[in-house]
């Protein structure tokens, strides 16, 4: 078997996770499952949308409508803006002149 790298691992442990929030193995998560996974595997970044409010809010930006399902899809969206986000901060206390595509 493969040895894998640690940002493939990370991906994995990404997608291993999404899927694994699901009760009923759905491919789609319910707002509480996917809130269950944000404050289990997301404490520190998910506090600010946490809150009914929040949650509603994060939900729309991701584009997910009213009763749909939450698709990994809509999840990878909310990482892309976090690690977007993460790395605007890093760089900044770098002093680093990299750009992301």
Request: proline share 2%.
């Amino acid at each position: 078997m493969a040895q894998f790298s640690g940002l493939e691992s990370a991906i994995g442990t990404l997608v291993n996770q999404f899927h694994s929030a699901s009760e009923t193995n759905s491919p789609t998560l319910k707002t509480d499952e996917f809130k269950n996974l944000l404050s289990s595997q997301m404490p520190n970044m998910a506090k600010s949308f946490l809150s009914d409010q929040g949650m509603g809010d994060i939900l729309k930006k991701m584009g997910v409508k009213d009763g749909e399902g939450i698709s990994f899809k809509h999840f990878w969206g909310l990482i892309q803006t976090v690690a977007t986000n993460q790395h605007s901060i890093l760089a900044g206390q770098r002093g680093c002149n990299c750009s992301l595509l």
